[in-house]
Nanobody, 122 residues
Framework: QMQLVESGGGFVQAGGSLRLSCAASGRTFSIYAMGWFRQAPGKDREFVAY???????TYADSVKGRFTISRDNAKNTVYLQMNSLKPEDTAVYCC????????????????WGQGTQVTVSS
């Protein structure tokens, strides 16, 4: 069973930056697509970004141009660099690992981390 542990969340002012990390256990990290999802109070969990095993990335329209997803297979880690943060980015951010398309869907992922809180003040 793969385990995922997020870190790097915290409090930041609007316009600021934050870098989230997701460390994975297991021997097959490099064959998984890795995704970031977020859930704000009273809202459904929504897709943020994913990166394929080959390094191709896709972003939700709401974060395009501001967030960057990357991975380091040697460290079994995926990152989410968040710049120009807005109050509406406030949410619990979770990373996930999956092998089934489409990678934008919550129900296509097999493993999930516990989440890390990101709070952006205005």
């Amino acid at each position: 069973q793969m385990q995922l542990v997020e870190s790097g969340g915290g409090f930041v002012q609007a316009g600021g930056s934050l870098r989230l990390s997701c460390a994975a256990s297991g021997r097959t990290f490099s064959i998984y697509a890795m995704g970031w999802f977020r859930q704000a109070p009273g809202k459904d969990r929504e897709f943020v970004a994913y990166i394929t095993p080959s390094g191709d990335s896709t972003y939700a329209d709401s974060v395009k141009g501001r967030f960057t997803i990357s991975r380091d297979n040697a460290k079994n880690t995926v990152y989410l660099q968040m710049n120009s943060l807005k109050p509406e980015d406030t949410a619990v951010y979770c990373c996930a690992a999956g092998v089934r398309l489409p990678y934008t869907r919550v129900d296509k992922y097999d493993h999930w981390g516990q989440g890390t809180q990101v709070t952006v003040s205005s």
